[in-house]
């Protein structure tokens, strides 16, 4: 195992708690504030699972929309547009994916980067 315990990493729209690092996968749950949103994305290489934890999360994939509620999975393949909203309340996404740790690219930013 590459990392023990977890990490918090401060983000602009809540936090991420990676709770995984192997080196082949990681694991992570990502808290979405009240009202935020994480940047409009999609990654070359990276595999996505996502599973709703808490809140009711509003996300965009492929140009659609889906509100998705506590109990939710989704699949995020390379390659696909996404974007994960809590216009509701705060959401917790528990996210599992193969391990590309900087292979995001944003599309657009509600926070300049």
């Avoid at 699972?49 to 995020?76: D, E, N, W």
Wanted: proline content about 5%; overall charge positive; hydrophobic content about 30%.
């Amino acid at each position: 195992m590459k990392k023990k315990g977890t990490t918090v990493v401060k983000k602009p729209w809540g936090s991420e708690t990676i709770f995984a690092d192997t080196g082949l996968y990681l694991g992570k749950i990502l808290t979405i504030n009240k009202g935020s949103r994480l940047s409009l994305q999609y990654h070359t290489r990276k595999h996505e699972t996502l599973y709703v934890q808490k809140g009711v999360c509003l996300m965009m994939i492929s140009g659609r929309r889906r509100v998705c509620r506590p109990g939710a999975a989704v699949v995020i393949p390379p390659r696909t547009r996404h974007r994960f909203c809590a216009p509701y309340g705060r959401v917790q996404l528990v996210e599992v994916s193969t391990y590309h740790p900087n292979d995001t690219v944003r599309l657009e930013d509600d926070y300049g980067r």
